[in-house]
């Protein structure tokens, strides 16, 4: 089988024990058999869509693309790679429920905030997250939050948990 993975779900390709794929951003059937990429990403080709926003979410997505790679890792062997990132292990192993209300401008943001332990309220809010590319769009002018978009940020799925985790973290 012929794998083919978007630049963004490189890594989770790699960890879950694939050595011989393409990487192309917008994958066609041409490129490979499978395409493994994010779950929003739309593609006229067999694919096995991810999420990697969260911690639990890179989780479940090495565990189920190692599968198809047929090294099934168990457990211990995934939270392995949380080992170097602090915030990553954090709240991979950890619920949080904070007091703090937040207007989200982004579904991949609203699995972000949820993880943090952040409530989502559209009416009644401490603070507005939204995503880079939609800075024009924000009609909030106080307690604005702007977290780095997937073509802003690190490919590596941990470094960019590290990043957006740190700055919502900062509004605790």
């Known amino acids: 089988m012929k794998i083919v993975t978007t630049p963004m779900c490189e890594e989770i390709v790699k960890l879950a024990g694939f050595s011989d794929y393409t990487v192309n951003k917008h994958p066609t059937s041409e490129d490979g058999d499978l395409a ?13 869509p991810i999420k990697i926003n969260t911690p639990r979410q890179v989780f479940e997505s090495i565990k189920e693309v190692s ?14 790679f949380f080992e170097d990132y ?8 950890s619920d949080f429920k904070r007091d703090v209300n937040v207007k989200v401008y982004s579904e991949f943001l609203k699995d972000i905030a949820l993880d943090v332990g952040f409530n989502i309220d559209s009416e009644s809010f401490d603070y507005v997250i939204y995503p880079d590319y939609l800075k024009d769009n924000v009609m909030e ?32």
């Not at 602090?86 to 192993?93: A, D, F, R």
């Open 36 to 48: 493994i990429l994010l779950s929003e990403s739309k593609v006229e080709m067999n694919a096995m």
């Open 67 to 80: 599968k198809i790679a047929g090294s099934e890792l168990d457990d211990e062997e995934i939270r392995s």
């Open 86 to 93: 602090e915030l990553s292990k954090k709240y991979l192993i």
């Open 141 to 172: 002018t106080e307690n604005l939050v702007e977290i780095p978009s997937h073509n802003s940020i690190s490919k590596n799925p941990f470094e960019k948990i590290e990043v957006r985790y740190a700055i919502l973290e900062n509004l605790i």
